[in-house]
Nanobody, 117 residues
Framework: QVRLVESRGGLVQAGGSLRLSCAASGTFFSRNTMGWYRRAPGKQHELVAS???????NYADFVKGRFTISRDNANTTMYLQMNSLKPEDTAVYYC???????????WGQGTQVTVSS
C-alpha cells in the first residue's frame, strides 16, 4: 500500500512564497512519476508540475518561472517551491505518484493553499 502525505498548506499574501512537500511511503516501483495537481473552486482538476524518477520535470504554463518541483535523493519525497504566488493559485493541491507501466496512480489527501490579494 502506498501512502502519500502532504505538508500543510497555508495562507499567504500575493507575491509571497510557500513550499509544499509530499512524502511517499510503502512499496512502489522506483520507475515512477510524481506530480502536483490542484483544484480551484469551480474549476477542473489540473496538473501543476511533475517530475520523473530521473529528474525530468514538466510544468503547466501558468506556473512556469514561479514554481519549482524537486525530489530528494531517495526519490521518496517531492517538493513544490511556489514563489510569486497569485490569488488565482488558490486551490487544494494534491500529490500524485504514478506508475505508468502498470497503470497505478496514488493520491494524497490534498492541502489547501490560499493566496490573498
Amino acid at each position: 500500500q502506498v501512502r502519500l502525505v502532504e505538508s500543510r498548506g497555508g495562507l499567504v499574501q500575493a507575491g509571497g512564497s510557500l513550499r509544499l512537500s509530499c512524502a511517499a511511503s510503502g512499496t512502489f516501483f522506483s520507475r515512477n512519476t510524481m506530480g502536483w495537481y490542484r483544484r480551484a473552486p469551480g474549476k477542473q482538476h489540473e496538473l501543476v508540475a511533475s517530475i520523473t524518477d530521473g529528474g525530468i520535470t514538466n510544468y503547466a504554463d501558468f506556473v512556469k518561472g514561479r514554481f519549482t518541483i524537486s525530489r530528494d535523493n531517495a526519490n521518496t519525497t517531492m517538493y513544490l517551491q511556489m514563489n510569486s504566488l497569485k490569488p488565482e493559485d488558490t486551490a487544494v493541491y494534491y500529490c500524485n505518484l504514478r506508475i505508468s507501466s502498470y497503470g497505478y496512480s496514488y493520491w494524497g489527501q490534498g492541502t489547501q493553499v490560499t493566496v490573498s490579494s
